[in-house]
Each structure stands twice: as C-alpha cells, then as structure tokens.
C-alpha cells in the first residue's frame, strides 16, 4: 500500500502532538499518587464514567481492531470467539457474578484473594502464573502498532518494536492508574469515534451512496460460511470454537487488569455497572471492525495481505479524517498497552517482591513496569503471530486461576491445598500440550485424537475434578456471596 508523503507528515506531526499531550496528562496524574494504593487502584475513586471507559479500552486494541478484523476477514465471523465476542461477554460475567464480591473485600491483586481464601502459598503461585499470562498479550500490541509504523512510515519492524515498548511504558511509569485511567478516556474516546466515521463512510461508498444498501451488500454478497457465527457442521467444529469463546469469556476473569478496575471503582454499584456498561460497548463496537473486514473482501478481493481497517481507511477517508482515524486506532492498542503492563507490573511489586525483601513502594512498582515491559519486547521479538500470542495469554490464566477463584469466591474453604493443586494441574497441563505443540487435548490418544476436544476446556476440567477430589474429605461451606474474611 503507498502512502502519500503529505500525508506521513501530517500524521506524523499529529502524532507527536498526541503523544505530548498523552504524556502531558501523565505528568497530570502522578500528581495524584501519593501511595502504592493511588499508583494500583487509583485510590479507589473511580466515578462510573471512567471506569467504563478504562475496562473497554483495556481490551479494545490490537485484538479488536486489527487481529480480529483480518482473522475475519480470511475465516468468517467464526474466527471473532476469542474477540469482541468472548472479552464482551466476560465483561457482562464479571459485572454479574463477580465485580461485586471481588470490591467488597477492597484487595489491590487478585493474588491478594487467593492469599486471602488459600493462605501465603496460593498468593505465590497464583502469581507465578498470573504474571507471564501477560507478556504474550503486551507483545501482541507490540507487534500490532509495530506493523502499523513499519506500514505507514516504513519504520523497520524491530526498531518499532522498541519504540512502541518506550512510548506505553513512559506514562505508565507516571501516574500508575490514575495516568492509565485518564489517557484511557481520551484514547477510547478516539477510538469508538474513528471506527463509527471509517463504517459509515465504508458502507456508503459500497452502497453507492447509501450506507444501508452497502450493509445490505454485505450481507448478500458475502459468503453464507463467512456469516456464521457459530459453526455446526461438525462437532469437531463446533466444540472447537465453544473452547475458543470459552478463553475470552472465562479466562479473563481471573485477570489483573480486570480486577484492578473492579477494586478502583467508588462503590460495589460503579464496579458492577462498569463491567456491564463497558461488555455491551464492548460487544457492539467490537461488530464494526468485523463489518469492515466483510466489506473488506467485497472492496479489496485480491489483497489479502494488507492489514483491512488501515486499508479501509487510506482508501476511503479524507486525509485529514484518515489521519484522525489512524490515531484512534494507535490510540486503541496504547490504551491496551498501558493496562496491560501495569497489571501484572502491579502483582510482581505486591505479591512477589515483598517475598525477596522488597518493601511495596511506588518505586518498586515502577521497577515492576518497567520489568513487564523489557520480558514483554523480548517475547515480541520472537515473532510468533500476534492472535497465537493474545490466545495463549488468555488461556493460561483460564486453566490456572478460574476454578479455584470462583470456587473460593462463593465458598469458605477449608484448606488451601485443594486450591493449589487445581492451579498446579490446570496449568502442568497447559505446559505438557504447549511444549509438544498440541493443539487439542491430548491428540495422540485414540479416540481422543478422533474428538479433538478444546485444551481449554479439558484442562478447567481437570482443574476442577482435582480440586473437589481433594477438597472432598473437608466440608465445604457455599455462601451466596464471600464476605471478606479475617
């Protein structure tokens, strides 16, 4: 794709801008952090307009924007599972069974529950596994605004990886949440406002001046395999895709970054109406990109090779507006990047540090970030596609942490050795498949290979069956609700 020079200067020129007034509202924010509970959790202040805005701009990135749009692009709305499908409707779970329980007990980790629930050892492991789930899905947005430079400014693939990995660590560095939470409202802002211009503009120009004939072009003129959402043609098929949805939907629960967003809000009330309001947004802006990417095939047939909404975007938007839009959608993987650094940046300074003398300040915080960061460039070099790296980051924490914290969320358990060995065999078996390259579980088995059945969910299986066999010998108390305990 040829760029017009006029207009690499004008987008660079405006980025430079963004970028200063980003970093600008950072300065802003560390002016609010007195403490390591202002730098986490933005000292518990979040009003419902910011906290909405933060949980979509966490997840509304690179996945969302760019890696969704084309894996729709070549396989059809079934490859959007893992994202906006499977992120949205985790948002909706949390706003319904989990944000309140999990604000109640005003922790700043989700190590801090399992601590908690599980004793000292559940907080270790549960942050041996929490922590790198992460650097897969940094390096994924790495690799994602990478392309997007290499794209339109011919920066070369490895030098952008650096810079990118410069610019969202730098204000995170800054303000901690509440600069994550502030640059997340201007960011998201940008996003939701690109993408609702660039799907008008697109389906006018394929309607011939009228955007509900170039939707209705779409749907007619596309390939009915490409308009399937769930695919039944085959249980293999079928199972498959429940287990990639599954990833999205219940393997974020137990995530930091979703957490810390849920303990920053002002009341049990704004931390469950944040995680409903962002997953609808969520859910309903996620569709434009998938949209655009089917437009995408009827307007561009033969380059399959270009990253579709950038495209999209060049070919149909006025300079100017195409400028705009392509902030937005730097935007949309910085806001992603800032959160996703902070979070598990936030585990390694409350949960493992103090484990080696470090004491929890705002330093060590800082040195967490910048930790994160330098793992996640690294990993990001190795070059491994952007939606395997998303996929595996999901996945990790879905076998290693959901069972054992819904159980615990809505129980008081007895012992906290049923707890670990849940963590120790979801995620042995996650390691078992992800050294031998198996896809599915345990696809050299017989009958087994003929099933292909999902690891995720045959490993949150495993996690379960072996926690309540051990769990069996003690009594286990359920409560509506976990009230915090002493």
Same mark, same amino acid.
């Given at each position: 794709? @040829?760029? %017009?020079?006029?207009?690499?200067?004008?987008?660079?020129?405006?980025?430079?801008? =963004?970028?200063?007034?980003? =970093?600008?509202?950072? &300065?802003?924010?560390?002016?609010?952090?007195? %403490?390591?509970?202002?730098?986490?959790?933005?000292?518990?202040?979040?009003?419902?307009?910011?906290? &909405?805005?933060?949980?979509?701009?966490? &997840?509304?990135?690179?996945?969302?924007?760019?890696?969704?749009?084309?894996?729709?692009?070549?396989?059809?709305?079934?490859?959007?599972?893992?994202?906006?499908?499977?992120?949205?409707?985790?948002?909706?779970?949390?706003?319904?069974?989990?944000?309140?329980?999990?604000?109640?007990?005003?922790?700043?980790?989700?190590?801090?529950?399992?601590?908690?629930?599980?004793?000292?050892?559940?907080?270790?492991?549960?942050?041996?596994?929490?922590?790198?789930?992460?650097?897969?899905?940094?390096?994924?947005?790495?690799?994602?605004?990478?392309?997007?430079?290499?794209?339109?400014?011919?920066?070369?693939?490895? &030098?952008?990886?650096?810079? !990118?990995?410069?610019?969202?660590?730098? =204000?995170?560095?800054?303000?901690?949440?509440?600069?994550?939470?502030?640059? %997340?409202?201007?960011?998201?802002?940008?996003?939701?406002?690109?993408?609702? !211009?660039?799907?008008? !503009?697109?389906?006018?120009?394929?309607?011939?001046? /009228?955007?509900?004939?170039?939707?209705?072009?779409?749907?007619?003129?596309? %390939?009915?395999?490409?308009?399937?959402?769930? #695919?039944?043609?085959?249980?293999?098929?079928?199972?498959?895709?429940?287990?990639? $949805?599954?990833?999205?939907?219940?393997?974020?629960?137990?995530?930091?970054? *979703?957490?810390?967003?849920?303990?920053?809000?002002?009341?049990?009330?704004?931390?469950?109406?944040?995680?409903?309001?962002?997953?609808?947004? =969520?859910?309903? $802006?996620?569709?434009?990109?998938?949209?655009?990417?089917?437009?995408?095939?009827?307007?561009?047939?033969?380059?399959?090779?270009?990253?579709?909404?950038?495209?999209?975007?060049?070919? $149909?938007?006025?300079?100017?507006?195409?400028?705009?839009?392509? *902030?937005?959608?730097?935007?949309?993987?910085?806001?992603?990047?800032?959160?996703?650094? *902070?979070? #598990?940046?936030?585990?390694?300074? @409350?949960?493992?540090?103090?484990?080696?003398?470090?004491?929890?300040?705002?330093?060590?915080?800082?040195?967490?970030?910048?930790?994160?960061?330098?793992?996640?460039?690294?990993?990001?070099?190795?070059?491994?596609?952007?939606?395997?790296?998303?996929?595996?980051?999901?996945?990790?924490?879905?076998?290693?942490?959901?069972?054992?914290?819904?159980?615990?969320?809505?129980?008081? #358990?007895?012992?906290?050795?049923?707890?670990?060995?849940?963590?120790?065999?979801?995620?042995?078996?996650?390691?078992?498949?992800?050294?031998? /390259?198996?896809?599915?579980?345990?696809?050299?088995?017989?009958?087994?290979?003929?099933?292909?059945? #999902?690891?995720?969910?045959?490993?949150?299986?495993?996690?379960?069956?072996?926690?309540?066999?051990?769990?069996?010998?003690?009594?286990?108390?359920?409560?509506?609700?976990?009230?915090?305990?002493?």
């Amino acid at each position: 794709m @040829q760029i %017009d020079p006029s207009l690499q200067w004008l987008l660079a020129i405006t980025l430079v801008v =963004y970028l200063v007034a980003m =970093y600008a509202i950072g &300065w802003y924010a560390q002016r609010q952090v007195h %403490d390591a509970e202002d730098f986490l959790v933005a000292g518990r202040k979040l009003p419902l307009s910011l906290a &909405w805005m933060t949980l979509l701009a966490t &997840w509304f990135g690179a996945g969302t924007m760019l890696t969704a749009a084309d894996e729709v692009r070549s396989d059809g709305l079934s490859a959007a599972a893992l994202d906006p499908f499977g992120a949205g409707f985790c948002l909706l779970i949390a706003g319904l069974f989990v944000a309140g329980p999990m604000w109640r007990m005003k922790l700043l980790t989700v190590p801090d529950f399992f601590r908690r629930k599980f004793g000292s050892k559940a907080e270790l492991l549960s942050s041996l596994i929490l922590v790198p789930s992460y650097f897969g899905w940094i390096a994924a947005q790495f690799t994602a605004l990478a392309e997007v430079l290499n794209l339109f400014f011919g920066i070369p693939f490895g &030098w952008g990886l650096v810079i !990118v990995a410069i610019i969202g660590t730098g =204000y995170t560095l800054m303000g901690g949440m509440w600069s994550v939470t502030l640059t %997340d409202a201007v960011q998201i802002s940008l996003v939701l406002s690109g993408l609702l !211009v660039l799907g008008v !503009v697109v389906l006018w120009e394929l309607g011939n001046g /009228n955007a509900w004939a170039g939707l209705t072009r779409v749907q007619q003129e596309s %390939d009915p395999e490409m308009l399937t959402i769930i #695919p039944t043609e085959s249980f293999a098929t079928l199972i498959g895709w429940i287990g990639v $949805f599954a990833i999205g939907a219940l393997g974020n629960l137990p995530g930091q970054d *979703l957490m810390q967003r849920v303990f920053a809000a002002k009341s049990e009330r704004t931390a469950k109406w944040a995680c409903l309001i962002a997953g609808v947004m =969520y859910l309903l $802006f996620g569709a434009i990109p998938l949209l655009l990417a089917l437009a995408g095939n009827l307007l561009f047939p033969e380059d399959m090779n270009t990253k579709i909404l950038p495209a999209l975007a060049h070919a $149909f938007l006025h300079p100017v507006v195409a400028v705009i839009f392509l *902030l937005a959608l730097l935007s949309a993987i910085l806001s992603t990047i800032d959160s996703a650094i *902070l979070s #598990p940046a936030s585990v390694l300074a @409350q949960n493992v540090f103090p484990r080696i003398g470090k004491i929890d300040t705002l330093t060590s915080n800082r040195v967490a970030v910048l930790l994160v960061a330098i793992c996640s460039l690294v990993l990001a070099f190795f070059g491994e596609s952007a939606y395997a790296l998303l996929e595996e980051a999901y996945l990790l924490t879905m076998v290693g942490l959901f069972v054992p914290m819904m159980i615990g969320l809505y129980s008081k #358990p007895a012992s906290g050795r049923a707890a670990n060995i849940s963590m120790l065999v979801g995620t042995g078996i996650w390691a078992i498949h992800f050294v031998m /390259n198996w896809e599915t579980f345990l696809p050299t088995v017989g009958w087994l290979e003929t099933l292909q059945l #999902p690891l995720s969910l045959m490993a949150t299986a495993c996690a379960a069956l072996a926690y309540f066999c051990l769990q069996w010998p003690w009594r286990i108390e359920w409560t509506r609700d976990s009230e915090p305990e002493a």
